[in-house]
């Protein structure tokens, strides 16, 4: 049989080839004339969010700047009131903040996602009207020269059938690949925005703890104005009382996540000992593991089969507890929260993925092999030696608080502005502690 793909060279009538394209056009750009409006997000809108951020960014750093520089005055009244007052008010900037980048997220995850059910659309029309005109091709194909010859119709009629087709085929499958391409990136920036939204809302935890901290501060502030009346020699007075002595500050309980509480005397021996191997402060990894501490009320109240993350995390959590002769359905893990997985493990907090990557480290430092994420020196030396990772040895307060950011966030996303009082928050723990372990060293 000959294929009338043979006679493709011959001269024909153009007129049909013209009509049958008009309609691959109309097919092709008409399905474009849609409007792709978000009402969540327009360009207005998405503006007027942007100036928003902008300015309050701006009055962060102001208040950032009055905080630098009130700590950098001598301890009174006045200037530990406005450090108060800085902090609340950063705080809040901070809150408000957060709340209008994810707003705008949110509504650029409904554009996306509407341009994605678009070109599916689009698609499923064009994958339909290609495969009709591939039928209708191979039905031309099926005749031989002698049936054409046979029939009544004229010769041209059929070369020039075939030779639409052929454009028409030819110009669906450019569409084709072009939609797919389309497809394919708008899904990827979908995916990237939801991503960053997800990292966006995984700090409503810490965002929860900003404002229980905000909190804190204000009775603390209001505490202080109470006691002293605002006289300054009353409130020298009350900061001498403060100075405790160093059996009551060895007897405080120091609370860690997965784990029971245990005194600060003890802790801080654990903090030494991964100090020591590390060369990270002691004070800086007592304020991870308090940090951490604080993070959430679903503290060691998960389960691995509800709450951890099923091929990443599972098989690795039942392996270190097989390891470690424990029954992983009695260990307590962290609860899963409603924007992500749970399944951190111990006072540190470490991810059974994350933990078997550090493990073999702990293990050399410790003697414990295999070591114990629920154990508090395995757990403090797990910390200590991912924040030496972080670059937290250098013993600077922005490479401590890069650190520490790092330490919940990864390198990537560790500069973040909505992350900052993570940072912020693990340094004023750190300095908490740096105080109260001069005091047990005499200093």
């Known amino acids: 049989m000959i294929s009338l793909h043979t006679f493709s060279l011959f001269s024909r009538p153009r007129t049909r080839i013209v009509g049958y394209l008009s309609l691959v056009a109309l097919i092709i750009v008409g399905t474009w004339d849609m409007r792709i409006v978000d009402a969540q ?69 409904g ?14 029309r064009e ?5 009709r005109l591939i039928k209708k091709t191979d039905e031309l194909d099926s005749f031989s020269l002698v049936e054409v010859m046979l029939s009544n119709r004229d010769l041209s009629d059929f070369f020039s059938d075939v030779d639409t087709f052929d454009v028409i085929e030819q110009s669906l499958s450019t569409s084709f690949a072009d939609i797919e391409q389309t497809k394919s990136y708008t899904s990827e920036q979908k995916m990237s925005l939801e991503e960053k939204k997800t990292e966006e ?26 006691e002293t009346k605002g006289q300054e020699k009353l409130y020298q007075e009350l900061l001498a009382n403060k100075e405790q002595n ?23 021996d654990y ?3 991964a100090s020591q191997a590390t060369g990270v402060r002691p004070a800086l990894i007592l304020g991870i593991i308090r940090e951490e501490t604080n993070l959430g009320a679903n503290v060691g109240t998960g389960t691995w089969s509800a709450d951890m993350h099923p091929t990443r995390d599972v098989p690795v959590f039942k392996e270190i507890c097989a390891g470690l002769g424990l029954n992983p359905d009695t260990m307590p893990v962290s609860k899963k929260a409603w924007y992500g997985w749970g399944g951190a493990m111990g006072p540190a907090q470490f991810i059974p993925s994350t933990w078997v990557m550090y493990k073999d480290r702990v293990a050399a430092l410790t003697g414990h092999n295999p070591p114990n994420p629920w154990n508090p020196l395995d757990a403090f030396t797990a910390s200590a030696v991912l924040l030496k990772d972080n670059g937290a040895a250098k ?42 372990i001069d005091i047990l060293e005499g200093k």
């Not at 160093?246 to 801080?268: D, H, T, W």
């Not at 307060?397 to 520490?404: G, H, I, N, Q, V």
């Open 271 to 273: 903090a030494k000992v």
């Open 111 to 124: 554009q996306k996602g509407e341009v994605i059910g678009l070109l599916s659309d689009k698609l499923s």
């Open 41 to 109: 997000l327009t360009p207005e809108r998405k503006a007027q969010l942007e100036a928003e951020l902008a300015q309050i960014e701006k009055e962060i750093a102001t208040q950032k700047s009055i905080l630098g520089a009130k700590q950098q005055e001598k301890v009174s009244l006045e200037r530990d009131v406005a450090i108060l007052d800085a902090e609340i008010k950063e705080a809040q900037l901070s809150i408000r903040a957060r709340d209008l980048s994810i707003q705008s997220l949110t509504g650029e995850i």
């Open 246 to 268: 160093a059996a009551v500050i060895k007897s405080e309980l120091f609370a860690m996540r997965g784990s029971a509480a245990i005194p600060f005397g003890q802790a801080l």
């Open 395 to 436: 013993g600077t307060y922005a490479a401590e608080r890069l650190a520490a950011l790092r330490y919940l966030a990864g390198w990537k996303n560790a500069e973040n502005p909505s992350y900052a009082f993570y940072g912020d928050d693990v340094m004023g723990f750190a300095t908490e502690y740096q105080r109260q």
């Open 201 to 226: 809302m995984e700090l409503r935890k810490i965002q929860q703890l900003q404002k229980a901290r905000i909190e804190e501060k204000r009775v603390e502030r209001n505490q202080v104005l109470k």
């Open 127 to 131: 994958k339909e009207s290609l495969a």
